[in-house]
């Protein structure tokens, strides 16, 4: 068995290969990350080869091609923030890095990431795209708030939302002075583009999501819809690769920091979620969420079309209450 780090860039990648004994069977840098020349690389290598790379920069391009190749038995993704014999070094070259995941990976010390499958890293880049655009439009309402915040005696309408219908049709027929007006037309203009791009997209992401059970069951809790179940389900992926409901807990960042040291010991706020898109909102109801999917580990039980509720277990109702309270 041969072991190969991949130190991954944009336009080539640095192999370095061991076999057991840890003895250096080469390094290559392959121009362009091609196919063929991962493919050459293995098989000057001879035998099977267990492959690490980084979660880095559009690491899922590299991942495609390599798990494709015959020669590769495993195909390990580790954590970079964990990789801490690569991040601590004091000389950092692209070869000693691939050397560094070449000897990480033969002793077993990789801090590996959860690698979901192909369909699942698609509706990702999918959803992904929309918080994107959400966000950016958020900024424009900030901008705009900020125009008309700087303007004398100017008079807002009342209503609940300045970008409803009512606020929006006042801001459409409002006159400002040069270039305030000018620039306000603009934003507003970028807003209804936005929001319209937004809406199409959160139809596409219903459609595409509406056949996975996941989704089906997130969206039956209440305060779920079909956007921010979508998302959660594809977080979390496979429910099975979790052992229990506290490392999905964990996982979402929905439980407190302990130090415990000489005797004392003090609870913090809540930990850094792993999931990289379950943002606070989410996690505000996410108690609930996790019980009712932790239950599908042990219910073979369907969930219905509509907005069937499904309950948790007592147990994890008990759990949830002493957790939030600390949360």
């Known amino acids: 068995m041969n072991y190969v780090g991949i130190d991954v860039h944009k336009r080539y990648s640095v192999c370095a290969a061991q076999d057991e004994q840890g003895r ?18 293995l098989e000057r290598l001879g035998g099977s080869a267990t492959v690490a790379i980084e979660a880095c920069w559009n690491w899922g391009k590299i991942y495609e091609v390599l798990e494709e190749l015959p020669q590769v038995s495993e195909l390990v993704v580790g954590n970079p923030l964990k990789t801490r014999l690569i991040g601590e070094a004091q000389i950092k070259t692209d070869k000693i890095d691939a050397r560094a995941l070449a000897t990480l990976l033969r002793g077993h010390f990789i801090a590996q990431v959860h690698v979901p499958a192909k369909v699942t890293r698609r509706r990702k880049d999918q959803l992904r795209q929309r918080l994107y655009w959400s966000r950016l439009r958020t900024r424009i309402r900030n901008r705009i708030h900020a125009l008309l915040d700087r303007q004398h005696d100017l008079a807002l309408p009342q209503c609940s939302d300045l970008f409803g219908v009512k606020g929006l049709a006042y801001l ?32 596409r992401i219903a459609q595409a999501n509406a056949a996975d059970a996941m989704t089906r069951r997130v969206q039956s809790i209440p305060g779920f819809g079909p956007i921010l179940a979508a998302l959660i389900a594809t977080e979390i992926d496979k429910i099975t690769r979790f052992a229990d409901a506290e490392h999905l807990c964990a996982y979402a960042g929905l439980v407190p920091m302990t130090r415990a040291s000489g005797g004392h010991t003090r609870h913090g706020s809540c930990v850094q979620p792993t999931a990289g898109c379950v943002g606070p909102s989410s996690r505000a109801r996410g108690w609930p969420s996790v019980a009712a999917l932790t239950s599908a580990r042990s219910t073979a039980e369907t969930v219905s079309e509509g907005r069937q509720r499904t309950p948790p ?5 008990g759990a949830c209450a002493a957790s939030s309270s600390t949360c």
């Open 24 to 41: 250096e069977l080469g390094v290559v840098r392959i121009e362009g990350n091609t196919r063929s020349g991962f493919a050459q690389f």
């Open 172 to 203: 459409r027929r409002l006159e400002l002075p040069e270039p305030d007006g000018t620039m306000l037309g603009e934003d507003l203009a970028l807003f209804d583009l936005l929001s319209m791009q937004i809406k199409a997209q959160e139809k």
């Open 313 to 317: 277990s007592p147990s994890s109702r």
